[in-house]
């Protein structure tokens, strides 16, 4: 479903700041695999679905979207292939529409837009049939702008439209980050609850080491631009923090430099 074959990426090229985010990064999901990503600061995780998202291009490699070559595709047509959550929750909605509106958008995206944009009341029926699985009484604030809602609520809205349109490839940058706790944990199961049921290929990135063991049938650690290990299976399902830290250190010959994954 998604093939990333040897890409590269430098930002600033021959300048003092030069940064090579991604060196030679090969990787490939098959259809319904979820797959976490984590790694310290600097990483190149964030750039890495930056790449596959076409925010940056890149400078080698190739990226295989269901079989389609995207790699010279510029963002805004790549987006008919992916569904994407940002850490902010004030990304991904229109804050001084509604609920009903923002759903409505995501649901007609690819569509051709014409002067009849009102609602239907079988459309109104099925949004509000979706908004029941969050178990958020959304379902009764059709009308209410997104603007008024919590981040929590927000961003489990975010992800809705996401996946609505069931995309061939789902793109959660550190979706839960900004998040509490126990919000946070509320839209991870939601995450899991949808990501299940539509059998949808995905990329999490987290900074939580528990949340990137504990979700998804796979698990990536990057550092320095590079995949060093790559987890699935039964291996993954036994693995522990300490496991992970531990051979992390092995392979990179360093340690795990991201206080805010250790302190979670």
Do not use: C
Not at 44 to 63: F, Q, R
Not at 105 to 131: H, S, V
Not at 219 to 230: E, F
């Amino acid at each position: 479903m998604l093939s990333v074959n040897n890409i590269y990426k430098v930002f600033n090229p021959g300048t003092v700041n030069e940064k090579v985010a991604l060196r030679g990064i090969s990787l490939t999901l098959e259809e319904g695999e979820f797959v976490t990503i984590i790694g310290g600061n600097g990483a190149g995780k964030s750039t890495l679905l930056n790449a596959i998202a076409g925010v940056y291009p890149v400078d080698e490699g190739s990226i295989i979207i269901d079989g389609t070559d995207v790699t010279k595709l510029p963002e805004h047509k790549r987006a008919a292939f992916l569904g994407r959550v940002f850490q902010d929750p004030m990304m991904g909605t229109a804050s001084n529409m509604w609920i009903e509106e923002n759903l409505a958008l995501a649901y007609r995206r690819g569509q051709r837009r014409t002067l009849r944009w009102g609602i239907k009341q079988k459309e109104r029926e099925y949004y509000k049939e979706l908004l029941k699985t969050l178990e958020l009484g959304l379902e009764d604030r059709m009308t209410t702008k997104v603007g008024l809602l919590s981040g929590g609520q927000r961003q489990a809205l975010t992800l809705l439209m996401a996946t609505l349109k069931k995309p061939k490839v789902l793109l959660l940058d550190e979706h839960t980050a900004a998040l509490d706790p126990k919000t946070a944990q509320k839209v991870l199961e939601q995450t899991d609850k949808l990501v299940e049921e539509n059998n949808l290929t995905t990329l999490m990135i987290t900074h939580n080491m528990k949340d990137a063991i504990r979700h998804g049938n796979r698990l990536i650690m990057m550092h320095d631009g590079k995949i060093i290990l790559d987890i699935k299976g039964e291996e993954k399902k036994n693995l522990t923090v300490e496991d992970l830290l531990e051979r992390f250190g092995k392979v990179s010959g360093e340690e795990f430099a991201n206080d805010r994954a250790l302190l979670s």
